[in-house]
C-alpha cells in the first residue's frame, strides 16, 4: 500500500525542516540572545527595587506609571516603529509565500499524474521550479530576523569596544596631568656666617606632557558627546587644584581711597593725588603679575573654544540635581589670563582672582562672578547678560562696549571704570559704588540706581528711559547730561548737588514726588507730572510711576 501525504503535510514538513536548519546553524546566537535579555529583565527588576526604596515617598500613581513612562517603546519611539513595521511587512511576505507553496504543492498530483500522457512537460517543470524557488525564499525569510538579532549584537559589542577604548583613553590622559619631573636647583645656604649653595633636586610640574594630555581629553570631548561633561568635570578640577586663589601671592594694593563727603577745593587736589597713586599702584602691580602656568592657560582655552553643539548639550542635560551642568571654576587664581573670545558662559566664577585679566570679547552670558577680583580686568565688547556681579571689585576696569542686560552690580566696587557705550538695560546697580565711573552713550534703560553712589560720575548721552533712582548720591561733579530721562522715577533723592544737567526742561518725561530735593534753579517749579503736593509713600510711589510708564508707552 502507497504512503499518500496531503499537500498541508508536505508543507509542514517543509517549515519544520526550514525552522530546524535555522537552529541547528544559530543555536548559539539564539540561546546567548535569551539569555543576556534574562539578565538584563533581572538587571532591571533589581534597579527597580532600589530606586523603590531608596524613595520610599513616592506616590501610588507614580508607582502606577512608572513602567510605562520608563519603558522601551517610550524611551525609544523610534526603534519601536521600525521594528512594528518589520514586522508588519514580514508576516503578510510569510503568509503569501505559505499560500504560494500551498498552491503549488496542491497542483502538483495532478501534473504528476498526467505526465506521460501530456504533450508538453512545460507546466510541470514551472511548477518544480516555483516551489524551489518559494522553498529559498521562504528560508531566506525565516532566517531574516536572526540575521538582524546577529547585526545588533555585533553593533552592541562594537559599540562596547568603543567605550572600552575611549575609557582607556581617558584614563591615560589623566596619568598625563600629574606627570611631574626632576630638575636641579641652586639652593642658598647660610653655614658660619658664610653663604654657600648647594645643588638639590626637586620634582616639578612636566608642562609638556600635561598640555598633551589636555589636547588628548579635548579630542575625546570632541569625539564623544557622553563624555563631554566629564572631561569638562575633569579639566575645571584641574584648574581650580593646579591654581587655587587661596596660595596665591598677596595682591599688594591699598583700598581705594574714600571720596570726600564734600567735595570743595580744600579736598580736591587730596582725592585727585591719592587716585593717581592708587591708579599708578594698581598699573604696576597689574604689569608684574605673572601669567598663569602653560597647561593652566591650555585648559581654560580648551574649555572656552568648546563647540556650540556641546554648550548645548551642557545646558539640555541635568547635573547634580535639577540644575543644567555649568563650569565649576570657584576660587581660582587666573591673574594676567588671556581669556579673550572665549566662551564661558553660565561659568561659575565666584571668589576668583581675575585682576588684569583679558575678557576681549568673551562670552560670558549667565556666568557667576559674585565676589570676584576683577581690578583693571579688560571686558570691552564682552557679552554678559544675566551675569551676577554682585559684590565684585572692578576698579579701572574697561568695560567699554559690553553687554551687560539685567547683570546684577549689588555692592560692587567700580570706581572709574569705563562703561561707555555699555548695554546696561534693566542692570542693577544698588548700593554700587560708581565714583568716576564713565557712562557716556551707556544705554541705562530700566536701570536700577537704589543707594547708588554716583559721584563724579559722566552720564553724557546715556539713555536712562525707565531707569529708577532711589537715595542715590550725586555731587558737583557728576555730569548729568543723559540723553533722555522718559519713565525715569526719583524717589528721595538729593538732585540739589548736580552742577551739569539740573535744568528743569532736562527732566521732562520724568516722574517723582515731594521726597526729591529740587535743584535752586528751579525754584518754585517742579518737573510736569510730578506729584508737586504730596509725598507718596513707596508702594503708592511705584504704582504712579508704574501708570505715569504706561501712560507713556513703555
Given at each position: 500500500?502507497?504512503?499518500?501525504?496531503?499537500?498541508?503535510?508536505?508543507?509542514?514538513?517543509?517549515?519544520?525542516?526550514?525552522?530546524?536548519?535555522?537552529?541547528?546553524?544559530?543555536?548559539?546566537?539564539?540561546?546567548?540572545?535569551?539569555?543576556?535579555?534574562?539578565?538584563?529583565?533581572?538587571?532591571?527588576?533589581?534597579?527597580?527595587?532600589?530606586?523603590?526604596?531608596?524613595?520610599?515617598?513616592?506616590?501610588?500613581?507614580?508607582?502606577?506609571?512608572?513602567?510605562?513612562?520608563?519603558?522601551?517603546?517610550?524611551?525609544?519611539?523610534?526603534?519601536?516603529?521600525?521594528?512594528?513595521?518589520?514586522?508588519?511587512?514580514?508576516?503578510?511576505?510569510?503568509?503569501?509565500?505559505?499560500?504560494?507553496?500551498?498552491?503549488?504543492?496542491?497542483?502538483?498530483?495532478?501534473?504528476?499524474?498526467?505526465?506521460?500522457?501530456?504533450?508538453?512537460?512545460?507546466?510541470?517543470?514551472?511548477?518544480?521550479?516555483?516551489?524551489?524557488?518559494?522553498?529559498?525564499?521562504?528560508?531566506?525569510?525565516?532566517?531574516?530576523?536572526?540575521?538582524?538579532?546577529?547585526?545588533?549584537?555585533?553593533?552592541?559589542?562594537?559599540?562596547?569596544?568603543?567605550?572600552?577604548?575611549?575609557?582607556?583613553?581617558?584614563?591615560?590622559?589623566?596619568?598625563?596631568?600629574?606627570?611631574?619631573?626632576?630638575?636641579?636647583?641652586?639652593?642658598?645656604?647660610?653655614?658660619?656666617?658664610?653663604?654657600?649653595?648647594?645643588?638639590?633636586?626637586?620634582?616639578?610640574?612636566?608642562?609638556?606632557?600635561?598640555?598633551?594630555?589636555?589636547?588628548?581629553?579635548?579630542?575625546?570631548?570632541?569625539?564623544?558627546?557622553?563624555?563631554?561633561?566629564?572631561?569638562?568635570?575633569?579639566?575645571?578640577?584641574?584648574?581650580?587644584?593646579?591654581?587655587?586663589?587661596?596660595?596665591?601671592?598677596?595682591?599688594?594694593?591699598?583700598?581705594?581711597?574714600?571720596?570726600?563727603?564734600?567735595?570743595?577745593?580744600?579736598?580736591?587736589?587730596?582725592w585727585d593725588n591719592a587716585m593717581k597713586s592708587w591708579k599708578r599702584a594698581l598699573h604696576d602691580t597689574i604689569a608684574k603679575l605673572k601669567a598663569p602656568r602653560p597647561d593652566i592657560q591650555t585648559a581654560m582655552d580648551v574649555i572656552g573654544r568648546r563647540s556650540a553643539r556641546r554648550i548645548r548639550f551642557e545646558q539640555s542635560r541635568k547635573h547634580r540635581g535639577q540644575e543644567t551642568y555649568r563650569l565649576d571654576l570657584?576660587?581660582?587664581?587666573?591673574?594676567?589670563?588671556?581669556?579673550?573670545?572665549?566662551?564661558?558662559?553660565?561659568?561659575?566664577?565666584?571668589?576668583?582672582?581675575?585682576?588684569?585679566?583679558?575678557?576681549?570679547?568673551?562670552?560670558?552670558?549667565?556666568?557667576?562672578?559674585?565676589?570676584?577680583?576683577?581690578?583693571?580686568?579688560?571686558?570691552?565688547?564682552?557679552?554678559?547678560?544675566?551675569?551676577?556681579?554682585?559684590?565684585?571689585?572692578?576698579?579701572?576696569?574697561?568695560?567699554?562696549?559690553?553687554?551687560?542686560?539685567?547683570?546684577?552690580?549689588?555692592?560692587?566696587?567700580?570706581?572709574?571704570?569705563?562703561?561707555?557705550?555699555?548695554?546696561?538695560?534693566y542692570a542693577i546697580l544698588s548700593r554700587a559704588k560708581l565714583h568716576i565711573a564713565d557712562f557716556i552713550n551707556a544705554n541705562l534703560s530700566g536701570a536700577k540706581f537704589a543707594r547708588t553712589q554716583m559721584q563724579a560720575v559722566d552720564l553724557s548721552h546715556a539713555v536712562l528711559q525707565g531707569a529708577f533712582f532711589q537715595k542715590t548720591v550725586f555731587d558737583s561733579a557728576t555730569t548729568f547730561l543723559p540723553k533722555t530721562?522718559?519713565?525715569?522715577?526719583?524717589?528721595?533723592?538729593?538732585?540739589?548737588?548736580?552742577?551739569?544737567?539740573?535744568?528743569?526742561?532736562?527732566?521732562?518725561?520724568?516722574?517723582?514726588?515731594?521726597?526729591?530735593?529740587?535743584?535752586?534753579?528751579?525754584?518754585?517749579?517742579?518737573?510736569?507730572?510730578?506729584?508737586?503736593?504730596?509725598?507718596?509713600?513707596?508702594?503708592?510711589?511705584?504704582?504712579?510711576?508704574?501708570?505715569?510708564?504706561?501712560?507713556?508707552?513703555?
Amino acid at each position: 500500500m502507497a504512503f499518500e501525504t496531503t499537500p498541508l503535510q508536505l508543507i509542514a514538513v517543509l517549515l519544520a525542516l526550514c525552522v530546524l536548519a535555522v537552529l541547528a546553524t544559530k543555536r548559539g546566537d539564539i540561546a546567548a540572545h535569551f539569555r543576556r535579555r534574562w539578565e538584563a529583565r533581572q538587571m532591571r527588576y533589581y534597579r527597580s527595587l532600589r530606586e523603590r526604596y531608596a524613595k520610599p515617598d513616592r506616590s501610588l500613581r507614580y508607582s502606577l506609571l512608572h513602567p510605562l513612562t520608563h519603558s522601551a517603546i517610550v524611551r525609544r519611539p523610534l526603534l519601536w516603529l521600525i521594528k512594528m513595521a518589520a514586522a508588519v511587512i514580514w508576516l503578510p511576505l510569510f503568509a503569501s509565500i505559505i499560500w504560494g507553496l500551498y498552491e503549488l504543492i496542491q497542483s502538483l498530483p495532478d501534473l504528476l499524474r498526467h505526465a506521460g500522457t501530456a504533450p508538453d512537460p512545460l507546466p510541470l517543470r514551472l511548477t518544480l521550479l516555483g516551489i524551489t524557488a518559494l522553498t529559498a525564499a521562504l528560508g531566506a525569510l525565516v532566517a531574516f530576523p536572526f540575521t538582524i538579532l546577529r547585526t545588533q549584537y555585533n553593533a552592541r559589542q562594537t559599540h562596547a569596544a568603543e567605550q572600552g577604548h575611549i575609557t582607556d583613553r581617558i584614563s591615560k590622559a589623566v596619568e598625563a596631568l600629574g606627570a611631574e619631573k626632576s630638575a636641579k636647583r641652586r639652593v642658598d645656604k647660610w653655614s658660619k656666617g658664610r653663604k654657600t649653595y648647594v645643588i638639590e633636586e626637586v620634582s616639578e610640574p612636566n608642562v609638556e606632557v600635561r598640555i598633551g594630555g589636555i589636547y588628548a581629553l579635548e579630542r575625546i570631548s570632541q569625539d564623544s558627546e557622553r563624555d563631554h561633561i566629564r572631561i569638562m568635570e575633569i579639566l575645571c578640577a584641574y584648574i581650580r587644584e593646579n591654581a587655587p586663589a587661596d596660595q596665591a601671592p598677596p595682591f599688594e594694593l591699598d583700598p581705594w581711597p574714600d571720596y570726600p563727603e564734600e567735595l570743595n577745593e580744600a579736598n580736591q587736589d587730596f582725592w585727585d593725588n591719592a587716585m593717581k597713586s592708587w591708579k599708578r599702584a594698581l598699573h604696576d602691580t597689574i604689569a608684574k603679575l605673572k601669567a598663569p602656568r602653560p597647561d593652566i592657560q591650555t585648559a581654560m582655552d580648551v574649555i572656552g573654544r568648546r563647540s556650540a553643539r556641546r554648550i548645548r548639550f551642557e545646558q539640555s542635560r541635568k547635573h547634580r540635581g535639577q540644575e543644567t551642568y555649568r563650569l565649576d571654576l570657584r576660587g581660582v587664581n587666573l591673574r594676567g589670563a588671556d581669556l579673550s573670545r572665549l566662551n564661558l558662559s553660565r561659568a561659575k566664577l565666584e571668589r576668583s582672582l581675575l585682576q588684569g585679566a583679558s575678557f576681549l570679547s568673551a562670552n560670558l552670558d549667565g556666568a557667576d562672578l559674585a565676589q570676584a577680583s576683577l581690578q583693571g580686568a579688560d571686558f570691552s565688547a564682552a557679552c554678559l547678560a544675566g551675569a551676577d556681579l554682585k559684590s565684585a571689585n572692578l576698579q579701572l576696569a574697561c568695560l567699554l562696549g559690553a553687554s551687560l542686560q539685567a547683570s546684577d552690580f549689588t555692592s560692587a566696587s567700580m570706581q572709574e571704570a569705563n562703561l561707555s557705550g555699555a548695554q546696561l538695560q534693566y542692570a542693577i546697580l544698588s548700593r554700587a559704588k560708581l565714583h568716576i565711573a564713565d557712562f557716556i552713550n551707556a544705554n541705562l534703560s530700566g536701570a536700577k540706581f537704589a543707594r547708588t553712589q554716583m559721584q563724579a560720575v559722566d552720564l553724557s548721552h546715556a539713555v536712562l528711559q525707565g531707569a529708577f533712582f532711589q537715595k542715590t548720591v550725586f555731587d558737583s561733579a557728576t555730569t548729568f547730561l543723559p540723553k533722555t530721562l522718559k519713565g525715569a522715577a526719583f524717589l528721595d533723592v538729593d538732585l540739589s548737588m548736580l552742577r551739569l544737567g539740573a535744568e528743569l526742561g532736562r527732566f521732562r518725561g520724568s516722574f517723582g514726588d515731594r521726597s526729591a530735593k529740587p535743584h535752586p534753579l528751579w525754584g518754585k517749579s517742579r518737573p510736569d507730572k510730578w506729584e508737586k503736593e504730596e509725598t507718596l509713600g513707596f508702594t503708592n510711589f511705584m504704582e504712579h510711576w508704574r501708570a505715569h510708564c504706561k501712560r507713556l508707552g513703555l
